[in-house]
């Protein structure tokens, strides 16, 4: 099958730091070249692929400090794309909702994998005009909020597995690890932090969009001797990090579309403690990948429940469930569904 798929540019494939769509986008475009699949990617040009690779701008867009307009970039590149639609058999899209009108016009099968929280009142009109264009989702949670459009299917993300091992012995701290927003509850892990005196590992990005959150609420948490900062590390580093960590804390306070960061630590064998908002209760077995808790007391109870947890069975869950390989299956079954449709 010849196959396209169109990553944001705002990181490489995968990113050279943070980033969770670029990364997933990379996993599978890597899985559907094993397969056998002709596929190009159109992405920054400091990506790394098997496949054909199309630049859309020289390097990723939040690493350039010369890029003013990020909007600009991803119009050129879905107007790259749509010129070239009649080279494939599929053109899969992961980047929101900018490509619709091209999409509506397009002779070539298009879909489009949703990524983000789709709970906000601006998206209703737009899903409402633009019904008819074939979605995925990331969870089954991240499509409550959305009735009446024309869902494909839903694909959980998925790990090469051997990215990362099993680290079979628990550490000695809490890890916390994604970037500082006022939905992450940053101030909720410190304070389980505190409350079970286990010390806080952060490996964090702070974005400038969240810079008034991070002045008023991150930084003087930061300032606890419970905490240490290592600021945003790569995929290279997170092996030692969620590996080493006695438990990996997601204290998110928001409808998470998913939680990548969630089956890596569960790759790792280390559980994941987490409040039960969007695909949280989707993702983990509660008592087999972590706990799922709705309280501080409640989270710094599992934190003592950690260091006796089966970290094999944790590792053997991912294993079942979350492989790339699967994830690539999954989105090739309804690629055939959509072209022979």
């Given at each position: 099958?010849?196959?396209?798929?169109?990553?944001?540019?705002?990181?490489?494939?995968?990113?050279?730091?943070?980033?969770?769509?670029?990364?997933?986008?990379?996993?599978?475009?890597?899985?559907?070249?094993?397969?056998?699949?002709?596929?190009?990617?159109?992405?920054?040009?400091?990506?790394?692929?098997?496949?054909?690779?199309?630049?859309?701008?020289?390097?990723?867009?939040?690493?350039d400090?010369?890029?003013?307009?990020?909007?600009?970039?991803?119009?050129?590149?879905?107007?790259?794309?749509?010129?070239?639609?009649?080279?494939?058999?599929?053109?899969?899209?992961?980047?929101d909702?900018?490509?619709?009108?091209?999409?509506?016009?397009?002779?070539?099968?298009?879909?489009?994998?949703?990524?983000?929280?789709?709970?906000?009142?601006?998206?209703?009109?737009?899903?409402?005009?633009?019904?008819?264009?074939?979605?995925?989702?990331?969870?089954?949670?991240?499509?409550?909020?959305?009735?009446?459009?024309?869902?494909?299917?839903?694909?959980?993300?998925?790990?090469?597995?051997?990215?990362?091992?099993l680290?079979?012995?628990?550490?000695?701290?809490?890890?916390?690890?994604?970037?500082?927003?006022?939905?992450?509850?940053?101030?909720?892990?410190?304070?389980?932090?505190?409350?079970?005196?286990?010390?806080?590992?952060?490996?964090?990005?702070?974005?400038?969009?969240?810079?008034?959150?991070?002045?008023?609420?991150?930084?003087?948490?930061?300032?606890?001797?419970?905490?240490?900062?290592?600021?945003?590390?790569g995929?290279?580093d997170?092996?030692?990090?969620?590996?080493?960590?006695?438990?990996?804390l997601?204290?998110v306070?928001?409808?998470?579309?998913?939680?990548?960061?969630?089956?890596?630590?569960?790759?790792?064998?280390?559980?994941?403690?987490?409040?039960p908002?969007?695909?949280?209760?989707?993702?983990?077995?509660?008592?087999?990948?972590?706990?799922?808790?709705?309280?501080?007391?409640?989270?710094?109870?599992?934190?003592?429940?950690?260091?006796?947890?089966?970290?094999?069975?944790?590792?053997?869950?991912?294993?079942?469930r979350?492989?790339?390989e699967?994830?690539?299956?999954?989105?090739?079954?309804?690629?055939?569904?959509?072209?022979?449709?």
């Amino acid at each position: 099958m010849r196959i396209a798929q169109v990553a944001p540019l705002n990181e490489a494939v995968p990113p050279k730091l943070y980033g969770g769509t670029e990364r997933v986008v990379s996993y599978l475009t890597e899985e559907l070249v094993a397969m056998g699949h002709d596929v190009t990617l159109f992405a920054s040009a400091d990506s790394c692929t098997g496949a054909r690779l199309v630049a859309g701008c020289p390097r990723a867009l939040r690493l350039d400090t010369g890029c003013t307009d990020r909007i600009v970039h991803h119009i050129l590149q879905i107007e790259a794309v749509m010129a070239a639609a009649a080279g494939f058999d599929i053109i899969q899209f992961h980047c929101d909702t900018l490509h619709f009108p091209f999409a509506r016009r397009s002779r070539v099968p298009v879909v489009t994998t949703l990524h983000g929280r789709q709970d906000l009142p601006d998206l209703q009109p737009l899903y409402r005009e633009y019904r008819e264009l074939p979605l995925i989702s990331i969870s089954d949670a991240q499509r409550a909020p959305l009735a009446g459009v024309n869902w494909l299917g839903t694909v959980h993300h998925g790990l090469p597995s051997a990215l990362y091992r099993l680290q079979p012995r628990p550490g000695d701290y809490l890890a916390f690890l994604g970037r500082f927003s006022a939905e992450k509850r940053f101030d909720r892990a410190v304070a389980i932090a505190r409350m079970t005196g286990v010390p806080l590992k952060v490996a964090a990005k702070a974005d400038p969009h969240d810079r008034e959150y991070f002045d008023a609420v991150v930084r003087p948490l930061l300032a606890d001797p419970l905490v240490e900062w290592l600021g945003e590390i790569g995929e290279a580093d997170k092996q030692d990090f969620l590996g080493g960590a006695l438990a990996h804390l997601f204290p998110v306070d928001w409808p998470e579309p998913f939680g990548l960061v969630m089956i890596e630590a569960m790759a790792c064998g280390t559980p994941t403690i987490a409040w039960p908002c969007g695909s949280v209760t989707e993702v983990l077995e509660s008592g087999v990948t972590g706990f799922i808790v709705t309280s501080v007391a409640a989270a710094a109870a599992a934190v003592a429940a950690c260091a006796r947890f089966d970290r094999a069975g944790c590792r053997a869950a991912f294993e079942r469930r979350f492989l790339a390989e699967r994830m690539a299956a999954d989105y090739h079954s309804l690629y055939r569904r959509l072209v022979q449709s």
